[in-house]
């Protein structure tokens, strides 16, 4: 993981003036990198991150410093630095043992002229200009002692750049300009003088032609060893490649490209790798930006995942919430300037956890036994008014239309059944304790708690359709009860292959509204509705291939099981399996029921109200609510959703006495 460290106090500048050789607008100045200490958080506090004289001396003695790129402004945790931010490069560094810290010099390139005379006005104003300084984005190696708060950076594994920032943390300064451009390998670069004039068909001769040919030879060492220092190479790649004669620019860059190449495969095997690429490697990216794939990385947290592609984990709750918040400390509020990702505010947290709870619970909430579905018509609905279940009748056959003769109006009525949507929901809170503990794993149970508690929810509102009133159901428009002896749909004998022929001989004698019309097969049973203790029974009823009875009382012969379908074993008990519906909340130990196909005719309404799972949403304020009293970032959840009989016929009860 990069540390981003910044540094915290006002900058000390003093203006120099700054001359350059003829046609060249690269400027150079002065600088104190970092510094050691305890680095001071946001608003000039001491944070408990400590910088140790050792880590830095050893970096410098490894070249860690130099030749490092110069961005203006860090980039973001989950983003790679931009070449649009790039401003210069470091240069002759070294460690003062006095100061604890380290100096050097920064070269702006030629694109950089307007950021040169910003710092050219800033070293004018001197301390009443704004607090501007360079800040180090290094992979630090971490040591904390049990029982300390503090956190000491004791060895540097890499220095990736020294950034131009805003209210910098540990002391990096820009000290002055200095007099005049200073190429590696040579002096200060002084303008060539000789007689020879461009066009000219004669060239100069004797002396003359020595100190032409001298100069040139000298500019082009200059220009090559330019070219190398800032290559980025390691010290022996670049005392090698300096050694060597180069005649023009395009033969010291192809140097420098098979140097790189040669380096690259003797590391190969090295380097560590951080979601399939190397710390900050060398690509161009494309698509996402860094607050999606910190997205993408909180989704993977919360599901146990990996995050997909080369998008890097987070390591837990706590890193994900100091990573969007800023807030090192736990103080429960909102760092802005400690935010490196663009477009975060102080609700992003809570939003990001409740986007990836969302889809977390939609894919787990699949995954539960939804047996409702099977016997249910399931609609979504547009609002909240009452539901209005409508089946429609009276119109029995239709009637016979003479050759030339007029169609007759047919008569038609409807049974209305009513059902009110109920709004479910409550808050589940995540503590500052638990994210300052990185209690990850309670988080990533949260999507599974919820996926079971939506089913347990939908379920019972279901089962007590058949279970409410003493197991007669809810009251239906005809003011009485679902399941009752008028409607021809209520028994009181046990499960048995006799009386399942029964119910299934009752249910196909079901007329339709008003008409009288037997409704035959349409409310014919198709599913079987036990609690667990029938299980085998109805298991038995619609799998053997004769009537079971015989042989548990050791009759001589029995008859075929006119209900089981498949010539096999096994395909007989795959359909038994698939008409047995298993209901886990009936308590009653013999009550059962059997349910018309709803496809051809609907007897139980499910309807939806933002959609089919609950939804989760994040209230959290830092400023307000239970985040400013409790410490408490809120996560609510909430499920819209009616149930109720659509009609009585296609159903039938019995209440085992």
Do not use: C
């Not at 010099?105 to 910003?118: D, H, K, N």
């Not at 070219?227 to 090698?240: D, K, T």
């Not at 977390?360 to 909430?365: D, L």
């Amino acid at each position: 993981m990069t540390d981003q460290i910044a540094n915290d106090e006002k900058i000390t500048l003093s203006l120099g003036k700054v001359t350059a050789a003829a046609g060249n607008k690269r400027r150079e100045y002065l600088a104190r990198f970092v510094k050691a200490g305890r680095i001071k958080a946001a608003g000039n506090r001491p944070s408990n991150i400590v910088l140790e004289a050792g880590a830095l001396e050893r970096a410098v003695m490894s070249g860690m410093f130099d030749n490092k790129a110069v961005f203006v402004d860090h980039a973001g945790f989950f983003d790679y630095p931009s070449l649009e931010k790039l401003a210069g490069v470091t240069m002759k560094t070294s460690y003062d043992t006095t100061d604890q810290a380290v100096y050097g010099r920064v070269r702006l390139y030629s694109e950089a002229e307007p950021l040169a005379r910003l710092l050219d006005e800033l070293l004018a104003e001197g301390d009443a200009g704004p607090d501007i300084g360079l800040s180090i984005v290094f992979w630090p190696v971490w040591q904390q002692e049990e029982g300390e708060k503090d956190r000491k950076v004791v060895d540097i594994r890499h220095v990736e750049s020294v950034d131009l920032v805003f209210e910098p943390a540990a002391d990096g300064r820009i000290i002055q300009a200095l007099s005049a451009l200073t190429v590696h390998g040579g002096g200060e670069m002084t303008e060539v003088k000789g007689d020879y004039v461009a066009g000219d068909s004669t060239l100069p001769s004797g002396d003359n032609t020595s100190q032409v040919e001298a100069w040139n030879v000298a500019v082009r060492k200059a220009a090559a060893s330019s070219m190398i220092a800032a290559s980025g190479l390691p010290m022996a790649s670049r005392e090698r490649l300096a050694a060597m004669d180069f005649d023009t620019p395009e033969s010291v860059e192809n140097a420098i490209q098979n140097e790189r190449n040669y380096l690259a495969k003797l590391v190969e095997n090295n380097v560590v790798q951080i979601g399939g690429l190397s710390p900050r490697g060398n690509h161009i990216q494309m698509g996402m930006n860094g607050l999606e794939r910190v997205k993408l990385a909180a989704e993977a947290l919360l599901m146990g995942t990996r995050p997909p592609g080369d998008v890097p984990p987070v390591s837990g709750i706590r890193e994900l919430y100091i990573l969007l918040s800023g807030d090192y400390e736990m103080t429960g509020m909102y760092q802005t300037d400690r935010v490196y990702l663009a477009n975060v505010n102080s609700s992003t947290m809570a939003g990001m956890v409740a986007n990836a709870l969302n889809k977390a619970v939609v894919n787990m909430f699949q995954e539960y036994p939804r047996w409702w579905e099977a016997i249910s018509q399931i609609i979504d609905f547009s609002s909240l008014q009452q539901v209005k279940w409508i089946t429609l009748g009276g119109v029995g056959e239709l009637p016979t239309v003479a050759e030339g003769a007029a169609y007759t109006e047919m008569t038609w009525d409807d049974q209305t059944e009513t059902a009110t949507f109920v709004k479910k929901g409550g808050y589940l809170g995540i503590t500052l304790e638990a994210i300052d503990k990185d209690d990850t794993r309670r988080m990533q149970a949260a999507p599974r708690a919820l996926s079971q508690a939506a089913w347990l929810t939908l379920s019972k509102a279901i089962s007590e359709i058949f279970t409410s009133n003493s197991g007669t159901g809810p009251t239906m428009s005809d003011s009485t009860a679902l399941f009752t002896v008028g409607h021809g749909n209520l028994g009181t004998t046990a499960l048995s292959l006799t009386s399942y022929a029964a119910v299934r001989t009752a249910m196909r004698k079901m007329t339709e509204v008003n008409s009288g019309e037997r409704l035959g097969a349409i409310t014919t049973p198709k599913f079987l509705l036990v609690p667990p203790d029938l299980e085998i029974t109805a298991l038995q009823i619609l799998a053997s291939q004769q009537d079971y009875t015989y042989a548990l009382s050791n009759a001589t012969a029995s008859p075929d099981n006119i209900f089981s379908q498949g010539n096999e074993h096994d395909a007989r008990l795959n359909f038994a399996r698939s008409r047995v519906i298993v209901v886990d909340l009936w308590t009653d130990t013999n009550n059962w029921a059997a349910a018309a196909d709803p496809l051809l005719y609907p007897t139980i309404g499910l309807g939806f109200r933002y959609g089919r799972v609950p939804e989760i949403f994040s209230v959290a304020s830092p400023t307000a609510g239970l985040m400013f009293a409790n410490d408490t970032l809120p996560i609510k959840v909430r499920y819209f959703f009616a149930v109720g009989p659509m009609d009585w016929r296609g159903l039938y009860k019995q209440n085992v006495a």
